[in-house]
């Protein structure tokens, strides 16, 4: 015998209108800033720090009343993590907005184009020099740090267990890498000054933009080695197999199918570690010195680098100090642009071989 249910009741769940929060955030921003102008204390910090807690005071009760408790605590949840996000942008903002305000001052044609070289008092002087330095440093660090990072990355994750010994070295070389990590910057300048001036190619106080560049690639290969020992890992052991099973060799199925298919990561990982690399002062201190002229060869002389120069034209400006003010921001200004350009890059690179949908 069938059992009847009566009918069952929906009732509609009320909820704030969309715009609501929009609507409190403003009127906790007026009441915030009106009382920040009154008492003469305003800023964005402190415009921050009271408006937060005016927003919350009022969209809780309001939540409350209309929606019931268990949505109005999601909403403060939710309210009390996107605060949090904005206080952690204030720095960023902050860093940004004085580099950018005080480097556009000389972020013009001269200072891309001309040097140090005979450049005193009123002399305006540029960075390109250093540009230039800080570009061939950094290329040749990629060239010696890139294929050892990727092949001990292969060997890690292809070679590492086939053997007791090999696991022992794997084991080894993993420690080394962490280790690598996270020594401070200054002490591979220390390294590679030492190795450089002990041998017969330099002499004792030899400076060079080979040896600031074997500098950073002792901070620039522990990147690479982590980033690409990941990214080989999480291709599908189904490829490998698959390519075994047509008899394909164990180092060309690496060739052509493990590094193809984790090029993207690989590559990312790379870009990022030269994002690392590039704005590093300390090893450059002491293995590359500066220079006032343009230096092409990184084998012989000193070098200009673009941290070095922007360290050196705010701590010893010249008379009038202005300009070598100036020239400091400026080159910071330039400095994050091509760290931001290298996170773009990197990004783009890997949205390009990203796997297709």
Same mark, same amino acid.
């Given at each position: 015998?069938?059992?009847?249910?009566?009918?069952?009741?929906?009732?509609?769940?009320?909820?704030?209108?969309?715009?609501?929060?929009?609507i409190v955030l403003i009127i906790a921003l007026v009441l915030a800033g009106s009382f920040l102008a009154i008492t003469d204390s305003f800023n964005l910090f402190?415009?921050?720090?009271?408006?937060?807690?005016?927003?919350?005071?009022?969209?809780?009760?309001?939540?409350?009343?209309?929606?019931?408790?268990?949505?109005?605590?999601?909403?403060?949840a939710t309210g009390i993590i996107v605060s949090t996000f904005a206080l952690a942008l204030f720095p960023l903002i902050s860093v940004l907005q004085t580099v950018?305000?005080?480097?556009?001052?000389?972020?013009?044609?001269?200072?891309?184009?001309?040097?140090?070289?005979?450049?005193?008092?009123?002399?305006?002087?540029?960075?390109?020099?250093?540009?230039?330095?800080?570009?061939?440093?950094?290329?040749?660090?990629?060239?010696?740090?890139?294929?050892?990072?990727?092949?001990?990355?292969?060997?890690?994750?292809?070679?590492?267990?086939?053997?007791?010994?090999?696991?022992?070295?794997?084991?080894?070389?993993?420690?080394?890498?962490?280790?690598?990590t996270g020594i401070p910057s200054i002490v591979a300048g220390l390294f590679a000054y030492s190795v450089f001036s002990l041998s017969f190619f330099y002499g004792?106080?030899?400076?060079?933009?080979?040896?600031?560049?074997?500098?950073?690639?002792?901070?620039?290969?522990?990147?690479?080695?982590?980033?690409?020992?990941?990214?080989?890992?999480?291709?599908?052991?189904? /490829?490998?197999?698959?390519?075994?099973?047509?008899?394909?060799?164990?180092?060309?199925?690496?060739?052509?199918?493990?590094?193809?298919?984790?090029?993207?990561?690989?590559?990312?990982?790379?870009?990022?570690?030269?994002?690392?690399?590039?704005?590093?002062?300390?090893?450059?201190?002491?293995?590359?010195?500066?220079?006032?002229? /343009?230096?092409?060869?990184?084998?012989?002389?000193?070098?200009?680098?673009?941290?070095?120069?922007?360290?050196?034209?705010?701590?010893?400006?010249?008379?009038?100090?202005?300009?070598?003010?100036?020239?400091?921001?400026?080159?910071?200004?330039?400095?994050?642009?091509?760290?931001?350009?290298?996170?773009?890059?990197?990004?783009?690179?890997?949205?390009?071989?990203?796997?297709?949908?």
């Open positions: 015998m069938a059992s009847q249910v009566g009918p069952v009741e929906i009732t509609e769940h009320r909820s704030l209108p969309y715009y609501t929060q929009s402190t415009l921050y720090a009271l408006a937060v807690p005016i927003y919350l005071g009022i969209l809780l009760p309001l939540s409350i009343r209309i929606e019931g408790r268990r949505y109005a605590i999601d909403r403060l950018i305000t005080n480097g556009a001052a000389r972020f013009d044609v001269a200072f891309f184009t001309q040097t140090m070289h005979g450049v005193f008092g009123d002399m305006l002087g540029g960075s390109f020099h250093a540009i230039v330095g800080t570009l061939i440093i950094t290329a040749v660090t990629a060239v010696i740090s890139i294929p050892i990072g990727v092949l001990a990355a292969v060997f890690l994750v292809e070679y590492g267990d086939e053997s007791p010994m090999s696991r022992t070295f794997a084991r080894a070389l993993r420690f080394f890498v962490d280790v690598m004792v106080g030899a400076r060079a933009g080979f040896i600031g560049a074997v500098a950073l690639t002792v901070l620039m290969i522990p990147i690479v080695v982590r980033n690409t020992e990941e990214m080989l890992q999480l291709v599908a052991r189904d /490829l490998r197999e698959a390519s075994y099973a047509l008899g394909v060799p164990k180092w060309r199925t690496i060739l052509k199918v493990v590094i193809p298919t984790a090029s993207g990561g690989i590559a990312t990982g790379v870009t990022l570690a030269i994002a690392r690399v590039i704005g590093e002062t300390a090893p450059l201190l002491v293995t590359v010195g500066t220079a006032v002229g /343009l230096n092409l060869n990184p084998f012989s002389g000193r070098m200009a680098t673009l941290p070095y120069f922007t360290y050196i034209s705010y701590m010893q400006p010249g008379v009038p100090p202005q300009h070598g003010i100036e020239r400091a921001w400026a080159g910071a200004l330039v400095l994050i642009l091509l760290v931001m350009a290298l996170n773009l890059l990197a990004r783009l690179v890997a949205a390009y071989f990203a796997p297709k949908k």
